[in-house]
């Protein structure tokens, strides 16, 4: 898969830990409890510092190395040349250890980035791009009072599976389908 995949008003690529931008951007998004408490279970632990967001920077180029097709992709504005965020498909692995070959698209953005459609414009470019690599269906998963995040999902044309009981992060999450047919609709 390419590292740069282009839309009309975004470029999607790696994070680089050499790019102030992209430090401040994750430092801002991992350090706000309002955004934090979205993205994983409980006890939720902030980001202390800038070291700690090259640390997760490197970390990243780290896994995509292991597993080409975990993805983690800045959010570059085209216009501002701003880092609006990140969307990223990752590795689901269930709570009893097993990888069966699941995957996750995700999306997380700066408060200040937010109500401009950036999640739902990366989302889908970043889905189109693992489909046509052979990848045939990604996992949308959410807390199920998350309503920004399942209206990117609703807008991306994902199949809405309801609220289930999530083998990957425990307790009950609001999950949905996303499969190219319904990716480029």
Avoid: C
């Amino acid at each position: 898969m390419s590292d740069l995949i282009e839309t009309e008003r975004l470029t999607l690529r790696p994070f680089r830990v050499d790019h102030q931008p992209d430090v401040e951007a994750v430092y801002e998004i991992h350090s706000d409890l309002e955004i934090v408490r979205w993205l994983d279970n409980p006890p939720f632990v902030l980001m202390a510092d800038h070291e700690e967001a090259r640390a997760w920077i490197e970390r990243r180029a780290e896994i995509e190395a292991e597993d080409f097709r975990q993805l983690q992709r800045a959010i570059e504005v085209k216009a501002t040349g701003e880092t609006a965020g990140s969307v990223s498909i990752q590795r689901l692995v269930r709570q009893d250890g097993g990888f069966v070959g699941e995957y996750e698209i995700g999306w997380k953005l700066r408060p200040a980035a937010t109500g401009a459609g950036y999640a739902t414009e990366a989302a889908r470019a970043l889905a189109l791009a693992a489909f046509a690599i052979g990848m045939d269906e990604l996992v949308i998963d959410m807390y199920p009072d998350n309503a920004p995040s399942a209206a990117v999902a609703r807008r991306l044309g994902a199949e809405e599976l309801g609220v289930r009981d999530d083998p990957w992060y425990g307790g009950d999450s609001l999950m949905f389908r996303l499969r190219p047919p319904r990716a480029v609709s």
